[in-house]
Nanobody
Framework: QVQLVESGGGLVQAGGPLRLSCAAS????????MGWFRQAPGKEREFVAAIRNGGSTYYADSLKGRFTISRDNAKNTVYLQMNSLKPEDTAVYSC?????????????????WGQGTQVTVSS
């Protein structure tokens, strides 16, 4: 069982940066594939980025170049660095985990989810 807790959300002006963190419980974090998703009001959950247990990364095409996913296995934490934020990035951002080594872009492929953190980008 893995518990995930996101932090770092908040209100930011358009063009600004924000870094989200997702802290995981347990001693086997390094064996988990991790992902970030977001959900805006009235929209479906959307894939943002994924990182394999070895550190290789994969991004939604529309977010490449602005968002960076990383992980620190010693701290049981995965990060999402978001730069040049736009009002359309406003959403609840959630991290997810799966005990596997692949890339997963579909929510149903993940076994564990955090509660989410709100990101609001003002224009």
């Amino acid at each position: 069982q893995v518990q995930l807790v996101e932090s770092g959300g908040g209100l930011v002006q358009a063009g600004g940066p924000l870094r989200l963190s997702c802290a995981a419980s347990g001693r086997t974090f390094g064996s988990y594939a991790m992902g970030w998703f977001r959900q805006a009001p009235g929209k479906e959950r959307e894939f943002v980025a994924a990182i394999r247990n070895g550190g290789s990364t994969y991004y939604a095409d529309s977010l490449k170049g602005r968002f960076t996913i990383s992980r620190d296995n010693a701290k049981n934490t995965v990060y999402l660095q978001m730069n040049s934020l736009k009002p359309e990035d406003t959403a609840v951002y959630s991290c997810a985990a799966r005990r596997d080594s692949g890339f997963y872009t579909v929510p149903r492929n993940y076994d564990y989810w955090g509660q989410g953190t709100q990101v609001t980008v003002s224009s």
